[in-house]
C-alpha cells in the first residue's frame, strides 16, 4: 500500500493506540519497498542481499516455508511442518514422534513420502496476456475462460526438458489486478535429518499455540537430493549463534498462505456469518470425535494425534479470524478504508465511469453465493472430510471424467500437468488407519444430510437408503484403495475403469461426482466469476488512487516481510519479546502439555538457561509462513518462524502493530540444543561450516 | 405489538413476499387480543374459553409445557419431555427407551425423580412496587437491589400454608416494562403412564428435527399425584380424534422458553458474535465427544443417549438462530423496526426528554459485556458444562457461602425460598454415570483455559499445577457426591461443612467461587444493570408510541398462541401441512434414525393409514412450548406441539408468517396408536370418558 492508503489506515489504529501499522506488508521479491523501509529503519536490503534470499528460501509442498542453510542442501523448517514425515515414517515400534529422530549418518536420512521442496527462480509479469483472453467475456464464463488460458502460458513456460525439474505457476495477485508467472526449481527427493521429541516440538501443545510466551523447539531439519545424492546448493543462508536484541530490524522470507485484505466488508461478513461459522462448527465435531477416539487405546492415540493437532491449529487459526471479524473496532478499520476509496473513486468522474460500481456487483453475487454456499460446501468444497481414501475415489473420478474432455470443457485446475501432479500424489504410500477412515466420512456424510437435510435431492442420490454410518462402515471396510496397484490400475485405465468399477469408495464418489461437479460450475458461473471481474475493477481503481506501490493478498508465494523484535501491551499485560531456556523449566509442571522432555531434564545443567529460546517481531505473516528464516541485517538466519500470536490472526484481514507479532524459535537455541542435548555434532558440523 | 407496529413490520415482510405476520405474538391470558383476532378470523375466545384452558394448562419442571386431559390428573405432554424420567426409571436390564413404558394399571405408574407440574392460577401487577424500589437508584446497584425487593414481593404471596401447595415468581415482562406475579399451584409427585419407543417418540432423529415432512409419536402421559392420589382435575381439556383441516383456526397454549424479539439490533449482533457462536463451537466439540464416546459399548450408548439428544437439539435450535442473523434480509426486518421505533422518539420531544438516548446506553454496556464474556461465560455461565456431579458441588458451595450472608448482599436468586428449592433439587436421585462427568468436566476445563489461555490469573488458581484431564478424572473418581447422604450431610452443615470438606468436587467448586461469584457481580453491575434500566426506558417508549397492545418476549410463562393450520413454499417447494401414518411405513427405510418401531410394523395392517399423523399451523412458538396443547375453537385438544420448522428458530427475534411453523403430533393419531399397537385400553377408555 502506498504512502496515502498508510496514512489513513495508521490514522484510525493511532485512534486506537500510539502503534502504527509502518511494518505492515507482505512484499513481493519483485517489488520490496525499500526506499520506504530505509525512511523508517534508516536500512534497506541491496538487491545482492534480495537475491541471495530469494534463492536461499524454500517452499515445502506440505504448505510450510523453509530455508536452505548449508551447501550440500540442507533444510531448516518447523517440527511441525515435517511432522506428517515424521508420522509416516514411524510404527507403534519406532515412533519417532515420541523420541525424536536424528540422522547419525547421510545414510540414515530417511525418505519423506510426498515430500517435495521448491526455490523460486523466477517473476514474470503475464497480465496483460491473461486479461486480453477474457476481454469482453461475460461474467459467467469468465472463470473457465481464463482457467483455460493460464493453463497454456504455464505450460508453454514449463514445457520440454523443463518440464521435471521445474513448476510453472500463474499467480493472481490483488485480486486479478496482475497475473505474474512464478517459476520453481522443484526437488521431489526430500529426507528428513532431525527433528526433536513431539513434547518440543509442541510444548504447551494446543493452549499454548498462537499465545506468548512460549517455549518450543518448533524446528526441523531436511535435506534436498537428487539422483540419490544431496543436492548442491552453493547459495544459502548463513547460521549464526545471535539473536537480534528488542528494536533490531529483522526479516521473514515465505510464503504466507492467503490473506482476505483486499476483499470488500460485505465479503467479511459472509466469510464471517457463513464459511468461518460453518466450518468452525464442523471442525469443532471432528475435533471431539477425535479427542474421544484418541482415548481408546494407545494405537489410537498414535494415530489421531497428526490429524487432532492439524484440526485444532485450524480451529484456533480460524478462530483468531472469527475473534477478528466479530470485534466492532476491528471492523470499523475495514469499514473506513473501504468507504475512503469509494469516496476517491466518486470523486473521479472519469474512473467512476470506467469502473462503475464493483461493490454493488460484489453483493449481489453474494446474494447468490448465501443461496449455493452449503450445497457447494457439502458436496464439492469439504466432501469426504478428512478421509484421505474418499478424497482419492473422488480424484480418481474426477480426474477421468474431466481426462476425457476438451480442455475448453475441463473445470479450472484439471490440465494435463495438473492432473500428472495428482495422480502423483495419489500413489504415495502414506500409513492409512482405517478407524480415521471412517469417522472423516461418517462425519461428512451426516453434517451433509444435516446440514442439507434428508429430503435434499443431492443428499438422497448420495446415500440411497443407506444411514452416514452405515455407508461409511461398508465403504471403507470394502475398498481396495488402500492398495497402491489398485489405486494405479485405476489411474491406467481411465474412464472406462473407473466406470467398471465395483470398489465402494469408487461406486460413491461416482454417484457424487453429478452433483458435485454440477454446483462447482454453478458457483464458478454465478459467483465466482462475476466477484472476480468486479474485484479486478476495485484493484484498478486502487492502482488509479494508491499508484503500485502496496503489496498483493497472501497467494501462498513467495513474500520479504520486515519488522523489528519488539514485545506488546494487551490488557494492562505487557508481554517481553524473548523467552529463555530457563523459563522453559520453570513452565514444565510435568502436566500434558507441559511435560519436559527426559532428554532436556538429563541435560539441563549443562545447558546455558539464558539462552534465547522463542522470540516476537513485528513482521506481517500469516499460515503458511511456518518454518519462514527470521533474518538479520547481515542476510544471517536467526531464527525459524513458528507461529504469529492470537492477534496476528486477525492479519487475514488487516494488520494491526500495536499487536500483530510473528512467533520464532531462535537459531541460538536450536543450535545449544543440537550440541549439547541431541549430540547432533555432525549437523553442528555443517552448520558452522557455513 | 400493536396495529401500527404491525403494520411497519408487515409492510417490510410483504416486500419480501405475499405473507404477513398476522399471526404474531404470545400473548399472556390477562391480555389476550380477542378484537384482533375476531377481526381476522371472525372468532375468537371467550372469558370462559380462557379460564378453561389457562387452568389446563401445565408447566413441567423438565422446561416443558403439558395439559390436563382427564378429571384423574391426566397429562398429555411429549415423550421427549418424559424423556428424561424414562432414563432415570431405566436400567441395561430394564430398558423403558427401548421398549417404551406402559402402565397397565393406577398401581404401576412410576414417581419420575424430580418431576414437578405446575397450574398457573393467578397473575397480579406488581409494576409500581418494583420499579419504587429501584427508584432513583444507580446503575451498576440496581440489579441487586430489584432482586431483593422481588424476593419480598415473592415471600409476601406465597407465605405461610401457602408455601408447599403453591410457588410465586415474579416475572418481568417487556424487559422491565412490566413486572407481574405469576402464583402456581404445584404438584410435586409426577408419575409416568405411558411413553412410546424412542425410535416412535424420535423417528427420523436428528436430521429430521426442526423439518417437516415429519412422522413422530412424540407424545407421553404422565399423571400428577398428591398424598400418593392421582389428583382431582374436573377442569381439563376435551380429548377429541379429529383433526382440524387446512386453514382451521387452532391455538397453543404453553410456556415459550424466552424470546429476543425487543432487544436492540446490537443485542443481536453480540449475540450472534459472542453468545452463540462461542456456545455452538463448544456444544459441537462435546457432540463429537458423545458421538464417539457412545460407539464404545452397549452401556455408554445408553448412558449418552439422552444428553445427546438433548445437545444435538440445543445445537439444532441454536443453529437456526444463527442461520436467522446471519440473513441479512432477515436482518434487516429487526434493523427498520428498530429505525422506526427511534424516529418515531426523535419526533417526540418530551418523550426524547425523558427517555435519553437508551440504544447509546445499551451500546456503552456491550462494550464492557464484550470485555467480560469470556470470563463470565466460562468462570461462571457454564461452568462444569454437562457435569452434574460438578454442578452439585458449586450449588452447595455458593448456597452455604450465600445463606451466610444478609439477603441485600446475596447474589441475585439466592432467597431462602430459592436456595430451598434448589437445595430439594440437589437430594433428587437420579443415574450418575461416571465416564459422562468426567467428559463434562474435563471439556469445561479445557475450554476455559483454551479461551482464557493458561496466563489467565483465574485460569491459574482453577487449575493449579494439573491438567484438564488428570484433574477432571481425580475429582470425579475421588468424590462422594455420588451419595445422596453426603449430599445431604453437606447441606445441613452448612458453610463450616463445606469449608472442611475434603471431597475433590468440593475442594475444586470452592477454588473456583470467588472468581465466579466475582465475575457474576461485576457482570450485573456493570452489564445487565445499565442494559435493564436502558431496556425500561424503551419499553417505556414502546408504550408511549404503540400502546400496551402488545405482547411481550417469552418468559417461561403461560402464553396462548392463534392460528391457522396450513403448509409452507420455500424456495420453489411446496410443504403440506399434514402427514399420514401411511407416510410413516414408506418413510421408514430401517436404517436408523429412520427405522420402524416392531410394535408399528406388526400392527400396521389394523392401521388407518390415513390418519393425520404430524401436522403444521401457523403459532408463534418457541423452545418451552414443547409438550402445548393444540386447541381447536371449542377448546378441545387436537394435537400435542412438539416441534417448530427450521424457519421457526429465527422466531427467537422474529416471526415471519411467511415460513414459521409449529409441528404437532395428532389426538388422532395418538388414539390410533394406544388403541391398536398399544393396547391401552385403561388410557383410551380415561380420554374417552373426558
Same mark, same amino acid.
Given at each position: ?12 489504529? +493511532?485512534?486506537? $493506540? ?15 519497498? *525499500? ?6 529503519? =534508516?536500512? *534497506? ?14 517452499? /515445502? ?55 517435495? *521442496? ?33 493453463? %497454456? ?63 518450543? +523447539? ?47 466488508? @460485505? ?35 498414535? $494415530? ?9 491449529? $485450524? ?75 474418499? !478424497? ?60 442439507? #437435510? ?5 443428499? %438422497?442420490?448420495? +446415500? ?14 470394502? #475398498? ?12 491406467? =485405465? ?13 461406486? /460413491? ?30 484493484? %484498478? ?18 513474500? +520479504? ?12 499485560? #505487557? ?14 509442571? !510435568? ?35 511456518? =518454518? ?40 541460538? @537455541? ?21
Amino acid at each position: 500500500m502506498n504512502s496515502k492508503f498508510l496514512l489513513a489506515a495508521s490514522l484510525s489504529a +493511532l485512534l486506537l $493506540s500510539s502503534g502504527a501499522r509502518a511494518d505492515e506488508g507482505m512484499w513481493t521479491f519483485d517489488a520490496f519497498p *525499500a526506499a520506504k523501509m530505509k525512511s523508517t529503519y =534508516g536500512f *534497506a536490503p541491496d538487491q545482492a542481499w534480495l537475491t541471495k534470499v530469494q534463492q536461499s528460501a524454500v517452499r /515445502l509442498s506440505v504448505g510450510c516455508s523453509a530455508s536452505l542453510v548449508s551447501d550440500t542442501g540442507l533444510i531448516l523448517t518447523n517440527w511441525h511442518c515435517a511432522s506428517s514425515c515424521v508420522a509416516d515414517l514411524s510404527s507403534a515400534e519406532r515412533d519417532y514422534g515420541l523420541k525424536g529422530f536424528l540422522a547419525a549418518t547421510l545414510t540414515d536420512e530417511k525418505v519423506c513420502p510426498g515430500m517435495e *521442496a521448491e526455490v523460486l527462480v523466477s517473476i514474470t509479469d503475464k497480465t496483460a496476456q491473461v486479461k486480453a483472453a477474457t476481454k469482453g467475456v461475460e461474467a459467467s464464463k469468465v472463470a473457465q475462460i481464463r482457467s483455460v488460458a493460464i493453463t %497454456k502460458l504455464e505450460e508453454e513456460a514449463c514445457k520440454d526438458a523443463d518440464k521435471d525439474l521445474f513448476r510453472c505457476d500463474m499467480i493472481s495477485l490483488f485480486r486479478g489486478g496482475q497475473y505474474k508467472l512464478y517459476k520453481y526449481r522443484i526437488y521431489k527427493d526430500v529426507r528428513l535429518v532431525f527433528s526433536p521429541e513431539n513434547v518440543m516440538g509442541f510444548f504447551g501443545g494446543d493452549p499454548d499455540n498462537f499465545n506468548f510466551p512460549r517455549y518450543n +523447539l518448533d524446528s526441523a531439519f531436511l535435506r534436498a537430493y537428487e539422483n540419490g545424492k544431496p543436492v548442491s546448493t552453493p547459495t544459502h543462508l548463513t547460521w549464526t549463534t545471535e539473536t537480534p536484541k528488542d528494536g533490531e530490524v529483522v526479516f521473514v522470507a515465505g510464503n504466507p498462505g492467503s490473506t482476505e485484505r483486499l476483499r470488500t466488508t @460485505s465479503q467479511l461478513k459472509f466469510e464471517r456469518d457463513y464459511r468461518l461459522l460453518t466450518r468452525q462448527l464442523v471442525r469443532s465435531e471432528l475435533r471431539g470425535r477425535l479427542i474421544e477416539y484418541r482415548t481408546k487405546n494407545d494405537e489410537a492415540k498414535r $494415530s489421531a494425534e497428526e490429524t487432532l493437532f492439524g484440526v485444532e491449529n $485450524s480451529f484456533k487459526a480460524q478462530y483468531g479470524q472469527q475473534r477478528a471479524l466479530m470485534d466492532p473496532h476491528f471492523f470499523a478499520i475495514k469499514e473506513k478504508e473501504e468507504a475512503n476509496l469509494k469516496a476517491k473513486v466518486r470523486a473521479n468522474p472519469k474512473l467512476l465511469a470506467t469502473i462503475g460500481d464493483p461493490w454493488a456487483e460484489i453483493d449481489a453475487a453474494l446474494t447468490k453465493q448465501q443461496d449455493l454456499f452449503l450445497e457447494h460446501e457439502f458436496l464439492e468444497a469439504r466432501a469426504g472430510s478428512i478421509s484421505g481414501l474418499y !478424497g482419492a475415489a473422488r480424484q480418481l473420478v474426477r480426474i477421468a471424467n474431466e481426462r476425457a474432455k476438451p480442455l475448453a470443457e475441463r473445470l479450472p485446475g484439471f490440465s494435463d500437468a495438473a492432473i500428472g501432479q495428482t495422480e502423483k500424489q495419489l500413489l504415495t504410500e502414506t500409513p492409512i488407519y482405517k478407524d480415521m477412515e471412517v469417522i472423516g466420512l461418517e462425519l461428512w456424510l451426516s453434517k451433509a444430510r444435516e446440514y442439507l #437435510t434428508a429430503d435434499n435431492p443431492s443428499i %438422497k442420490r448420495l +446415500l440411497g437408503a443407506e444411514s452416514p454410518e452405515g455407508l461409511a462402515a461398508r465403504a471403507i471396510a470394502g #475398498t481396495k484403495l488402500t492398495d497402491k496397484a489398485a489405486r494405479e490400475a485405476l489411474i491406467k =485405465g481411465g474412464k472406462a475403469a473407473i466406470d467398471a468399477s465395483t470398489d465402494p469408495l469408487i461406486v /460413491l464418489a461416482r454417484r457424487a461426482e453429478t452433483d458435485a461437479r454440477a454446483i462447482n460450475v454453478k458457483m464458478n458461473q454465478e459467483v465466482n466469476g462475476p466477484i472476480s471481474q468486479a474485484a479486478e475493477k476495485i484493484a %484498478k481503481a486502487r492502482f488509479a488512487i494508491y499508484g503500485t506501490n502496496v503489496y498483493p493478498d497472501a497467494t501462498f508465494t513467495l513474500r +520479504l516481510s520486515y519488522g523489528v523484535v519488539k514485545g506488546w501491551n494487551y490488557a494492562g499485560v #505487557t508481554v517481553p519479546a524473548t523467552t529463555t531456556i530457563g523459563g522453559y523449566f520453570e513452565r514444565a509442571s !510435568g502436566e500434558f502439555p507441559y511435560v519436559a522432555a527426559p532428554s532436556w531434564l538429563a541435560a539441563k545443567s549443562s545447558l546455558d538457561q539464558s539462552t534465547p529460546f522463542n522470540i516476537v517481531s513485528t513482521n506481517d505473516i500469516i499460515g503458511g509462513n511456518s =518454518g519462514s528464516p527470521l533474518i538479520d541485517k547481515q542476510g544471517r538466519v536467526v531464527g525459524a518462524v513458528f507461529d504469529g500470536n492470537i492477534h496476528s490472526l486477525g492479519g487475514n484481514y488487516a494488520y494491526d502493530g500495536r499487536l500483530n507479532r510473528t512467533v520464532s524459535v531462535t537459531t541460538a @537455541s536450536i543450535t545449544e540444543a543440537l550440541r549439547k542435548i541431541y549430540k547432533a555434532d555432525r549437523l553442528v558440523a555443517e552448520l558452522k561450516s557455513k
